[in-house]
């Protein structure tokens, strides 16, 4: 045994010594190679580190511009000068920046920033001072560089929207990524560089963004750029033309201001291109650009008109008597009535020991679909209903249109709601009363729709029974996205030409709702309907007293909507205006229907035909970077 | 044989106090360069890799120094165990690799993220040491008897070479292979084994990825590719090579600072160092290290015990290739396999892996006398 241990021990030792060996011999090697090349080599070194080096730069992409149908732009970019600080450079980073506020104004918050911000980031990335200089601030700084070590200027582009606040809600801005958004691509980490936060910003970012180059540039000792070995230019990002037309728009933007909170859409019959989508109050999209003031921030937060939100999309209201056409387009389908099929209205329906009243107190008399539209006479309605039956009724509303998402372009879209039997058995668990058909049938109860949805469903009456499909960007590049050959609804020509005669009597009959709002210009005449919505339930005492709507507190007071189309004869334009607690569809929503309409008829856009974008191919998605590949110059 | 459960059985105290105090000396001294390293990696800043490094430094020790107090015996016993749970790792990692997407080489414990393989390293050391402990040198001699040692380097080697993780593959190879010729293997077996290694390079080549191959390739030709795998290397080279006898000067290395130098923190460390510091420093460095492989000789030497004299000798091995590696790779002595300069580059994991290792040496010297049977 210790004999064993101690041969083992010999043979330990040996070779113990050996690996010793071996080790210090590496060792060896290692301190030889460091000798050699620091001592030896050291010249040649010393020079090649002295030398000018090279360095991989990122190019930025101009961001594709967003025109109108007419090409002009809606978002471009302008030139924006900047100053930044390498900290690294300065020999003290506080004093500098206090130095830099005796030629241009800077805060004392922008000067606590910047200090947190190098503290965080590495010393030789630039960071920005400030934005938006003038032009004698950034020749002030640029004089006195000398005596500014570390700073410079920088120009580079910000994105800016000419027509603010009216096109807002549709072309939406641009701010920098978040962290999450930045994920692994470089590109996005680059100072200043934005992208798409909502709007046609937003929803084709990709497509604008553009494509990132690279250049290989020799830097000297400290940094500075010498010259550049090569270079693959960015690629700029596609241009995005949209359906709209900026004079309607703005135009559109200026009317709503009437009211204390509204929407509104104009769209073409045929095609579903938007020309026009407004939601007022609204907000100055540059400010999100260039940095929005808390205080404007708080007010946009606080306004009961929601201005951050665009309400032709994602306001959801009960259609009203606007509804009552799918009612009528469904009960003529079922069969339930014809042409002819008359109701005496006494001013109020009764059905199950209740008791239903119609708008007006003294009732219509005995009406026929035509005359019921016309009056907006409710009675004929809950009468019609009942032998037709929801699930119809609410099968037709989703042919035209409601209920579901109309897969637009902006993702703020809602989708409103269609009632019928399934859906209350599935949602609420009980089961649907022939109470609440009468009460959906004139739009009210369970339904929703958005200013969108109700534009498309009059589009789909007015053109013939088409499956129309709004659409806002008609071009993304050279790929065009308007539909052109919507497919058939199945809906009898007699039917349709029956409620447009009824939409027709609303505006031009002397007896029709919307009356006091018809176009008088010849050939430009329009047909529609009104639809006032209650927000809450009108009580026995309040309908006792005769209270009038308008006399209650905003938030309480009904929604005025019209919804309508012109010329009456050969329907073109279709369009929808929403009045947030306007109290009546006649008298807050159909004036300015009659507007738009008149407005869109005399600049006629559809006459136009969109350009796609010169030499853009139609790869429109293209990722934001890709590995470098370069051309070398020599 | 009193005397000997007598040394076994003192105080707690007493063994603190008998501690291997000069090797944790220079363990703290080689981490002492790595944190001025890191701090002007940062441009002279303790945030963020020193003050973080100087943090996990303190726990690591923390944890070698009760490593070292432990019984070696309790290390004998434990030696298979941890084998065989280091080999679990492994196969963890590879599962949660296939799931994960590409190579994911590390498990994380939640405070921790832990790379199997660097663990896996002191694991087969042991489990060698462990082995060869009860054996005599007919034993070593006879080749059926290194058919267990063989298994036992070349399962981890497997696993590790699925992550793919060529340059650890190696390194357990090479560290298993210098403590099997130490404990007296034929040397005729590892001639054979350097020229058979040689006759398969074509054929590995074959097998290897593309980035590896990149990498031998460049290697051999670092000009060829100055701004893609090449620039590392010659950046690398410029760097050292520009630091000259005494150095640019603490914080005023120019290469490291314009970001020249790629991962100046974790595997070029080393380039830093030397150019701050210049050939002084970077054989100061070098001596540290001489001076701490000298230790784990000597420790082992000392022991009266087969496995401590295995187990402080495999750890010295292991700790030698790995800065050889490292410093050799920064020189462009050897192809850039992404190896780390052990408690000196920024990481957690590495630098774990060798205070373990430096504990289970000083457990070797704390219980040198210990009577360790089968």
Redesign the interface.
């Known amino acids: 045994m210790v004999k ?2 101690a ?2 021990g010999k ?3 040996r ?2 010594f ?3 060996g071996l ?2 011999a ?2 060896g ?3 030889t ?3 050699w ?3 030896a ?2 010249g ?3 020079t ?3 030398k000018n ?2 360095n ?1 730069r990122l190019l930025p992409p101009s961001r594709g511009q967003i025109v109108d149908r007419f090409g002009v732009p809606l978002a471009v970019n302008v030139q924006n000068y900047r100053v930044l600080v390498v900290p ?1 450079q300065t020999e003290d980073l506080e004093q500098s920046l206090h130095h830099l506020q005796e030629y241009i104004t800077v805060d004392d918050k922008t000067i606590a920033r910047v200090l947190r911000e190098a503290k965080r980031t ?3 990335l630039p960071i920005k001072i400030r934005d938006d200089l003038e032009w004698e601030e950034v020749a002030r700084v640029e004089v006195n560089l000398p005596d500014l070590p570390g700073m410079m200027i920088d120009s580079g582009s910000i994105r800016n929207y000419p027509y603010g606040e009216a096109t807002a809600h549709i072309v939406g801005y641009v701010g920098a990524a978040s962290e999450k958004e930045v994920g692994t691509d470089p590109l996005l980490t680059l100072p200043g560089f934005k992208i798409g936060k909502s709007g046609i910003e937003k929803t084709f970012d990709l497509a604008l963004r553009g494509k990132a180059g690279a250049a ?1 540039v020799e ?1 000297n ?1 400290i ?1 500075r750029e010498v010259r550049e070995l090569g270079r693959r230019d960015a690629v700029e990002g596609r241009r995005v033309t949209l359906t709209i037309d900026g004079e309607i728009q703005r135009y559109a933007q200026e009317i709503l201001a009437r009211e204390k909170s509204a929407s509104c859409v104009v769209m073409d019959a045929h095609t579903g291109a938007v020309y026009a989508m407004a939601s007022h109050p609204s907000f100055d999209p540059n400010l999100f650009v260039r940095g929005m003031p808390s205080d404007v921030y708080q007010e946009l937060l606080a306004n009961e008109g929601i201005p951050l939100t665009n309400k032709a999309i994602a306001g959801q209201y009960p259609p009203g008597s606007t509804f009552k056409m799918v009612t009528g387009l469904a009960a003529l389908a079922a069969g339930a009535i014809d042409r002819n099929t008359s109701v005496f209205c006494p001013g109020y329906f009764d059905y199950g020991g209740n008791k239903f009243h119609c708008w007006k107190h003294g009732g219509h008399g005995r009406v026929n679909l035509r005359s019921a539209l016309m009056g907006s006479c409710d009675t004929y309605f809950y009468k019609i209903s009942l032998d037709t039956g929801i699930d119809k009724i609410a099968a037709m509303a989703r042919k035209l249109g409601l209920g579901e998402l109309l897969d637009f372009e902006l993702n703020e879209e809602r989708p409103g709601l269609i009632p019928d039997r399934a859906w209350k058995k599935g949602k609420l668990g009980e089961v649907w009363h022939n109470g609440e058909t009468v009460v959906n049938a004139i739009g009210q109860g369970y339904m929703l729709a958005t200013p969108l949805q109700l534009a498309v469903m009059t589009a789909r009456i007015v053109n013939g029974g088409k499956a129309v499909k709004p659409t806002l960007a008609g071009f993304v590049g050279a790929l065009g996205r308007v539909q052109d050959n919507p497919a058939s609804l199945d809906i009898p020509e007699r039917h349709l030409s029956l409620v447009m005669e009824g939409m027709n009597d609303v505006v031009n009959n002397l007896r029709g709702t919307a009356y006091g709002s018809r176009i008088k210009e010849p050939g430009m005449e329009m047909a529609g309907k009104t639809g006032t919505a209650q927000v809450r339930r009108i009580t026995k005492e309040q309908r006792a007293q005769g209270v009038k709507n308008e006399d209650l507190p905003w938030k309480q007071r009904h929604h005025a909507l019209f919804v309508g189309y012109a010329p009456v004869d050969n329907p073109k334009y279709v369009c929808c205006v929403v009045v947030e607690h306007g109290v009546g569809g006649s008298s807050a929503a159909a004036p300015l229907a009659k507007d738009l309409l008149l407005k869109t008829q005399m600049r006629n856009p559809a006459a136009t035909l969109m350009q796609p974008e010169k030499g853009a191919d139609e790869n429109i998605v293209m990722p934001g970077f890709k590995p470098l590949v370069l051309d070398r110059g020599e | 044989m009193s005397r000997i459960a007598l040394r076994a059985d003192k105080s707690l105290w007493y063994k603190i106090l008998h501690m291997n105090w000069g090797l944790v000396f220079l363990i703290c001294c080689v981490t002492g360069v790595g944190i001025a390293a890191l701090y002007s990696a940062a441009g002279g800043s303790f945030s963020p890799w020193a003050e973080r490094q100087l943090l996990r430094f303190g726990v690591g020790l923390a944890g070698m120094l009760v490593i070292a107090l432990i019984d070696i015996k309790i290390w004998y016993k434990l030696a298979w165990p941890i084998y065989f749970l280091g080999l679990a790792m492994l196969v963890l990692v590879e599962i949660k690799g296939h799931i994960g997407m590409g190579a994911q080489r590390w498990i994380n414990l939640g405070f921790v993220q832990l790379q199997p393989s660097e663990l896996m390293k002191i694991a087969v050391v042991l489990a060698l040491a462990r082995h060869f402990h009860g054996a005599s040198p007919e034993d070593v001699r006879r080749i059926p008897f290194l058919v267990i040692p063989a298994i036992v380097i070349l399962a981890p080697v497997a696993l590790v070479l699925l992550q793919p993780d060529l340059g650890t593959a190696l390194m357990i190879i090479m560290a298993g292979a210098g403590m099997v010729f130490t404990v007296g293997a034929p040397a005729w077996l590892f001639i054979a084994g350097i020229a058979g290694t040689a006759a398969i390079i074509p054929i590995a080549w074959q097998f290897m990825h593309d980035y590896q191959k990149q990498r031998v390739m460049t290697f051999l030709d670092p000009e060829s590719d100055p701004l893609g795998a090449g620039y590392h290397i010659t950046q690398s080279k410029i760097a050292l090579g520009s630091g000259g006898l005494e150095g640019k000067g603490f914080l005023q290395g120019t290469q490291s600072h314009l970001n020249f130098l790629p991962e100046k923190q974790t595997d070029f460390i080393f380039t830093l160092w030397a150019e701050e510091w210049g050939l002084l420093g970077g054989l100061a460095l070098l001596g540290l290290f001489a001076l701490l492989f000298l230790y784990g000789l000597v420790i082992g030497y000392r022991c009266r015990h087969n496995f401590g004299r295995y187990l402080a000798m495999g750890i010295s091995i292991n700790f030698s290739l790995y800065v050889f590696i490292n410093i050799a790779m920064v020189m462009g002595l050897i192809p850039v396999v992404g190896a780390p300069l052990p408690m000196v580059s920024y990481g957690g994991t590495s630098m774990l892996a060798a205070l373990i290792g430096f504990g289970l040496m000083m457990s070797c010297h704390t219980y040198r006398h210990s009577k360790v049977t089968r």
């Open positions: 064993r241990e041969d083992s043979v330990f030792t070779r113990a050996i690996m010793a080790q210090l590496g060792l090697v290692l301190g190679r460091l000798a090349l620091q001592i080599q050291g040649r070194y010393k090649l580190s002295d080096r090279i991989v690294e590495q010393k030789f290989e830097v000792v940094g």
